[in-house]
């Protein structure tokens, strides 16, 4: 290829790759940190294509194929190489949808095969433990303990509780507004306990440093900036393990059980779906999995039948 020939498609490229950042910044509405995945993923197939010498407005399916086998060969998890391939079908749309191609190579393109796996989900003793164990005594334990009432009544993702500001508490409504995923706001319902513990909390926290910029953050770290989701993650690690809970369990923990506990209470799974705020029901059905699984294991122990059944036979 000549020099100059490769200098205009190196700046298409570019020109492309920047009206993609837009059309994904803009139009699709992504965090900053959902955008820098899917550049950094997008990035991956350019590296491959231009080892092979592949213009990206003449890729082929089988281009894509051989280039999701690569991923496979180099031992990238398959829940990572499902991503991967997902971003990079969502750059495809963008040029079809942009002009920039009349077909999409990538509408074909399968994915891997992913086992599914149920979440870790507390019950609601296990969750009581937890809370009980942190120290009161500590100047951060009231707001600690507000942390987790708050994660467990309102199902919110750590992002969400990192980021929720005074200016969104709704109390005399009972309601909070959430900010989730694509700057999408939901309103999500509060309990009683979450808001009384969040009351003591700010007496509390209307004492301590605030930093400028910070004054709206309902929940602040000593330094007086917003808390951060390591150290909402590590608070829960530590008091799990404090309260004996052998369970693998993080922040998102709380937002399962939450979601568990409704349904297993008789909520309707819209309503789940609408209180989460995933954009899909699908997304939400996966607690239908885990209810199933409990409906299951209390009627193999409580139908009468199997109760006679492990009376006569011995077996437990």
């Not at 051989?66 to 190489?81: E, K, M, N, V, W």
């Not at 393109?109 to 809370?131: A, R």
């Not at 301590?208 to 709206?216: L, R």
Request: charge should be positive; glycine fraction near 6%.
């Amino acid at each position: 290829m000549k020099t100059e020939e490769k200098s205009t498609n190196n700046e298409r490229q570019a020109l492309i790759i920047r009206k993609y950042q837009q059309y994904l910044k803009l139009e699709k509405a992504l965090s900053a940190n959902t955008l820098d995945a899917y550049l950094t993923d997008l990035n991956k197939l350019l590296c491959f294509l231009k080892t092979e010498n592949i213009d990206m407005l003449a890729v082929t399916l089988d281009d894509l194929q051989r280039f999701a086998a690569g991923l496979h060969d180099i031992g990238i998890h398959p829940r990572s190489q499902a991503r991967i391939l997902s971003g990079i079908k969502s750059f495809f749309h963008f040029l079809v949808m942009a002009d920039y191609r009349e077909d999409d190579p990538s509408e074909l393109l399968e994915g891997p095969k992913i086992g599914f796996k149920l979440p870790e989900v507390l019950t609601v003793e296990e969750i009581d433990t937890i809370i009980s164990t942190v120290d009161m005594s500590k100047k951060e334990g009231q707001r600690n303990r507000a942390i987790l009432e708050t994660l467990y009544s309102c199902g919110l993702r750590v992002s969400e509780l990192c980021n929720l500001k005074l200016s969104e508490l709704y109390f005399d409504e009972g309601f909070i507004k959430v900010e989730g995923k694509g700057s999408k706001q939901r309103l999500v319902p509060i309990s009683p306990r979450a808001i009384k513990e969040i009351k003591y909390w700010l007496l509390d926290r209307n004492l301590g440093k605030i930093k400028k910029g910070f004054e709206d953050y309902v929940f602040l770290a000593r330094w007086g900036n917003s808390i951060s989701r390591i150290m909402v993650f590590h608070l829960i690690k530590e008091l799990a393990e404090k309260a004996g809970i052998t369970k693998n369990i993080s922040p998102h923990t709380f937002r399962h059980s939450f979601a568990t506990h409704l349904l297993e209470g008789g909520a309707n799974l819209r309503a789940i779906q609408c209180m989460l705020g995933h954009e899909s029901i699908a997304t939400t059905e996966i607690y239908t999995h885990i209810d199933r699984n409990m409906l299951r294991s209390e009627i193999i122990e409580h139908h009468p039948r199997n109760i006679k059944y492990r009376k006569d036979t011995g077996f437990h």
